[in-house]
């Protein structure tokens, strides 16, 4: 967990008391839902400063395109999708790191806005569920919280939503933890054996 | 330097043109109008599933901008970029409304390093076919010239496959077959049950199971199941003119090489009658020059040789070099693709397989074969596709997330099955390739025009592919069956050809017997131009065998004193 570079927060700042500064970053965003948890943070003073910047860039972390807000909430997202348990999860994985990367070399601006919605539905789901932000929510009701939009969103064919949990499973699955020791992963098989007992494998084959 | 050949291009064809011809003693130069690609140092195929770049994902803007045609490969990703060519660059022209898609690389080795590797012999029923039918003009071989030449190239190239008796799929020089799946092995078994006369085999693939000496000589070793052939293969295992027959060709000490250098026209010599050299353009820059030499093999695929020999206009032949017939450039073929059908395959869950075996099962053909009634169509169609478990790419659609979700996905799915067909097209002569009259490429050389559609016939393939697909599906008690919706448009079968087709009569086809053009007997085009129907086989094999024919009747007219 490379977390030190993003601005010096720790993993335990950016899970907790850094949602002060994020609501108020996210307020130049321009990003509708995240924007609404910024409200909450209005007599903040950071987030009054903040205001005053006008462009969107200037609030982003060079080199980044997620928020310090938008890129917590992608770390807890990816988290609840992909947890750690006796195998490690999405964050130690680097998923959110990898999208954010992604997002500035791979995806178009009709790309970022699919994943920027996406967050923001989740978002918003969690204030007007909870009345508060999602990253403000404890994390057994993030999870429920997570959980019942899944279930929605897929039902729904929500495009940002499938996006996004798509591509954090598959960044998690490719990754050399999610690859080598989540599942199987043997790059140079050697011979072809074409039936052979699922207990001699034992879990999925990575690629 | 003095040159007895020159060979335009570098891949299926062109490497076999120049290792036969090497190999029989003659001085050969190999133009290829790409880049050089190093084997082995070129490609990605080391690079752990981690370690690729955005895990495979070009970058939107570089697609929509570079790659607006050849994204529609479903071989390219970020690996692999640089084996296809930047459609800004290379653009060309359809008509309003009959897309065609022309996926193709500019590079040593060419289209041999990406193709998907089925090699299936045509058999004495494809070419008969327009004879018998009245499509086109008659083949003016048969099988029987061919069949010692198939087993010529299927002996170097390393064929893997199952000999299985059939008059319409010929058997071959094959190194043991790849194993089907225990879900494909039962499919086979229910499906050969329920519909008699239909057959179902393991793809017969260009990868060495067994190398034999010669293919070691050449570096080449066995498949190493890792699937990743549309990387490049540093191993040698799937064959491409890198890790076969350029080399080949190189150890004779007879082969040059010139990279870069774009094919403009054949130089027609009227004093002999002959084609003289060729007149290339440099990629960087831009000038022109002339190789000269004493016979001319056009590899440059169906759609880049015609149009290098329609540029070649002289007082003699003032609508392309050989084209006295008008056929060249008409009769553009590709295979219908994109016929599609899947769903879940039931049971089997205490089962799964060990390696990623690169290619999957194939049903030849087995409708209007000789004796059985015909259907309201002509010709027919193969299917190809494959069963294997699904495995944690299910997760994005599927409900659920966190621990569950990542137990579920510790383990694999349901079997998956999925069907695909591969039509013939047959010879039309409004399917054709053009020069655009006033536009050119950057490097001055008329853009090409591709106006291609199908006919009634490819549809009704479609349909009955379509349905025979569904159908079987279904008698094997596959669940949730979706079906694909219209076929892809000509061209994503990447399987080109006709457009310089071979036939009896100098009057309406532009090559003979021995892919030699009517009106220049030393110029001969031997890639999938020469095809006179498409069968619906995959073709490259058959333009392997076409090409060492050829460039070995070349050789001997060649030492006769002929040419």
Redesign the interface.
């Known amino acids: 967990m490379s977390i030190s570079r993003y601005s010096g927060f720790s993993r335990r700042q950016l899970l907790s008391g850094g949602a002060r500064i994020a609501g108020g970053i996210a307020v130049g965003g321009g990003l509708a839902a995240c924007a609404d948890s910024a409200g909450q943070e209005a007599s903040d003073g950071l987030a009054a400063r903040l205001d005053t910047l006008t462009t969107r860039d200037a609030l982003r972390r060079p080199g980044h395109f997620f928020s310090i807000a938008q890129f917590r909430l992608l770390e807890r997202i990816s988290d609840l999708i992909m947890p750690e348990t006796d195998t490690p999860g999405a964050l130690a994985a680097g998923v959110p790191q990898l999208i954010d990367r992604m997002m500035v070399t791979w995806a178009l601006p009709e790309t970022r806005s699919d994943w920027l919605a996406g967050l923001a539905a989740i978002d918003a789901r969690a204030r007007r569920e909870h009345g508060v932000a999602f990253a403000r929510l404890e994390p057994d009701t993030q999870f429920d919280v997570l959980s019942r939009h899944d279930g929605e969103a897929l039902s729904a064919s929500d495009r940002a939503y499938r996006q996004m949990k798509s591509t954090i499973v598959e960044a998690y699955y490719c990754s050399e933890p999610g690859a080598t020791e989540e599942l199987r992963y043997d790059p140079v098989p050697g011979p072809y054996r074409g039936c052979v007992p699922f207990d001699e494998i034992g879990r999925t084959w990575a690629t | 330097m003095e040159f007895d050949a020159i060979v335009v291009g570098s891949g299926m064809s062109g490497g076999w043109a120049a290792k036969e011809l090497c190999e029989r003693g003659l001085k050969v130069l190999v133009i290829e109008r790409g880049q050089h690609v190093e084997h082995g140092a070129d490609y990605n195929d080391m690079q752990?599933?981690?370690e690729?770049e955005?895990?495979g994902?070009?970058?939107?803007?570089e697609l929509?901008e570079h790659y607006q045609v050849q994204r529609g490969c479903y071989a390219m990703n970020t690996a692999n970029k640089h084996l296809f060519v930047k459609d800004s660059d290379h653009p060309y022209e359809t008509p309003e409304g009959k897309p065609f898609a022309w996926l193709r690389g500019y590079h040593l080795g060419g289209r041999s390093l990406l193709w998907a590797r089925h090699s299936y012999r045509l058999s004495e029923m494809d070419f008969e076919a327009n004879k018998k039918d009245g499509h086109g003009v008659d083949w003016p071989i048969r099988y029987g010239d061919l069949a010692p030449w198939y087993d010529h190239v299927e002996r170097f190239a390393g064929i893997t496959g199952e000999k299985m008796g059939l008059d319409h799929l010929p058997d071959g020089e094959f190194q043991p077959a790849?194993?089907?799946?225990?879900a494909?092995?039962e499919f086979k078994a229910h499906l050969e049950q329920t519909y008699p006369g239909r057959t179902l085999l393991m793809g017969r693939i260009a990868h060495l199971t067994q190398p034999t000496e010669e293919q070691q000589s050449l570096g080449r070793g066995s498949?190493?199941?890792?699937?990743l052939c549309y990387r490049g293969c540093s191993f040698g295992a799937y064959f491409s003119a890198l890790s076969a027959t350029l080399p080949a060709a190189e150890r004779t000490g007879n082969l040059t090489i010139v990279t870069d250098a774009i094919g403009h026209s054949v130089v027609y010599d009227p004093a002999t009658g002959k084609a003289s050299g060729v007149r290339v353009i440099d990629y960087h820059t831009k000038e022109g020059r002339t190789y000269t030499a004493r016979m001319v093999f056009l590899c440059a695929s169906a759609i880049g040789s015609a149009l290098v020999m329609l540029n070649s206009t002289s007082e003699r032949f003032p609508n392309g070099i050989a084209n006295r017939s008008g056929a060249l450039g008409r009769h553009l073929m590709d295979h219908i693709s994109g016929i599609r059908a899947g769903g879940i395959y039931p049971g089997h869950?205490?089962?799964?397989?060990?390696?990623?075996?690169p290619g999957g099962i194939y049903i030849p053909r087995y409708r209007n074969l000789p004796g059985q009634e015909q259907e309201e169509f002509v010709r027919g169609f193969g299917i190809q596709g494959g069963i294997g478990?699904m495995?944690?790419?299910r997760?994005?659609?599927?409900?659920?997330?966190?621990?569950d979700?990542?137990?579920k996905?510790?383990?694999?799915g349901p079997w998956r099955i999925g069907l695909s067909g591969f039509g013939e097209m047959l010879p039309d002569p409004n399917n054709r390739v053009t020069l655009h009259p006033t536009k050119v490429d950057k490097w001055g050389i008329p853009l090409p025009v591709i106006d291609c559609a199908y006919g009634e016939n490819e549809m009704k393939i479609v349909e009955r592919c379509k349905a025979d697909i569904v159908a079987m599906l279904e008698s094997a008690g596959v669940q949730n069956i979706e079906v694909g919706g219209d076929p892809a448009p000509p061209g994503y079968g990447i399987h080109e050809m006709g457009t310089a087709r071979m036939g009896r009569d100098p009057s309406t086809s532009v090559l003979n017997g021995w892919n030699q053009a009517h009106d220049v007997p030393n110029l001969f085009v031997t890639d999938g131009a020469c095809m006179t129907s498409s069968a619906c086989q995959n073709p490259s094999l058959t333009y392997m065998a076409v090409t060492a024919r050829a460039a070995n009747h070349a050789a001997d007219l060649l030492q006769e004193g002929v040419l």
Request: one cysteine or more; charged letters at 30%; glycine letters at 12%.
């Open positions: 752990e599933v981690w690729v955005n895990r994902r070009i970058p939107e803007a929509d790849m194993a089907l799946n225990c494909e092995s498949c190493q199941y890792r699937d869950e205490d089962q799964y397989y060990s390696g990623k075996r478990r495995n944690w790419t997760g994005g659609g599927e409900p659920g997330v966190g621990v979700l990542k137990e996905l510790h383990m694999p």
